[in-house]
């Protein structure tokens, strides 16, 4: 065979490398995409958004690496001196990368206790927001003033967490001061009206007046009413409104911190008459 035969089979044998490496990318990445929605679709319909989100990642990422192999297959490239390299560099890599394993883990941790799930709101070391997308390294948060926070799934791990809405109620508690003089019972049967004439309060579980404590210049209530968790907010905007206005009919007083002096009789203060000084100059003159 002479040198252009030669170059012809080169060319040939490469143009139709190519054309098969194309042929496999071009048909790859289209499958990949259709069962990756196809994996997240199921899963978060058969368990719940995170698994869906978690089992699209797995079937891409797993796809794109069996089509890398088949590519360098096709290329006639050997992946044994590549493996050797990848076990070196993995070795590496593993005492570098100790946080990230030890977030992998966590993730797992998260994955399979389930504290909350995709469109929870929790509040994770004073940091609320609604949970993006749970991940193998980190939970990610939208904030209710639209910023993006990044929590490690290690940090969560060993942080109190708290789910605002794993429960389909929740409890408003209405911290409620009156003066002493007002009737106690006419208080509370005021309040009670006003959680029955609320629309986002529920009658089960019934709301609930504690006694908190004689206050300072008050006396200290704790009215606790119940709504839907997605109606939450809307309660305890309008039941505080609700009750000022209802006690400003009533004539209920609110008090506020202030300093009276009292002889002993309720609602009563000491008289003080306030004497003006005359003028020295004043006074000298009459004189």
Not at 8 to 31: A, C, D, M
Not at 57 to 78: A, E, N, P, R
Not at 138 to 162: A, G, Y
Not at 256 to 268: C, D, L, Q, R
């Amino acid at each position: 065979m002479d040198l252009f035969n030669i170059y012809n089979y080169l060319s040939e044998e490469t143009l139709h490398q190519v054309i098969r490496v194309l042929l496999i990318i071009v048909i790859s990445i289209p499958v990949l995409l259709l069962l990756r929605g196809w994996a997240r679709r199921f899963f978060t319909k058969k368990y719940a958004p995170h698994y869906g989100m978690l089992a699209g990642k797995v079937v891409f990422y797993t796809g794109i690496i069996l089509m890398i192999i088949t590519v360098l297959g096709q290329l006639g490239i050997s992946l044994a001196p590549l493996l050797a390299g990848a076990g070196i560099v993995g070795v590496a890599l593993g005492f570098a990368s100790q946080t990230s394993v030890s977030n992998i883990i966590s993730g797992l941790f998260l994955i399979a206790e389930q504290p909350f799930k995709v469109d929870d709101i929790i509040n994770v070391g004073g940091t609320i927001g609604i949970v993006m997308s749970i991940d193998v390294l980190s939970v990610k948060l939208r904030t209710f003033d639209n910023m993006f926070v990044r929590i490690p799934n290690e940090t969560i791990i060993k942080t109190q967490v708290i789910n605002l809405t794993r429960f389909p109620i929740r409890r408003f508690n209405a911290k409620v001061s009156v003066a002493y003089k007002e009737n106690i019972e006419k208080v509370r049967e005021i309040l009670m009206d006003v959680a029955e004439q609320n629309q986002y309060s529920l009658s089960e579980p019934e709301p609930q007046i504690i006694f908190e404590a004689f206050g300072t210049s008050s006396i200290d209530l704790d009215f606790r009413i119940w709504a839907p968790v997605n109606e939450w907010i809307l309660l305890k905007n309008t039941i505080q409104e609700e009750i000022k206005k209802r006690f400003d009919d009533e004539g209920i007083e609110i008090p506020f911190p202030h300093v009276s002096f009292y002889t002993g009789e309720a609602s009563k203060p000491l008289p003080i008459e306030l004497i003006q000084k005359r003028e020295s100059s004043s006074v000298n003159n009459n004189q």
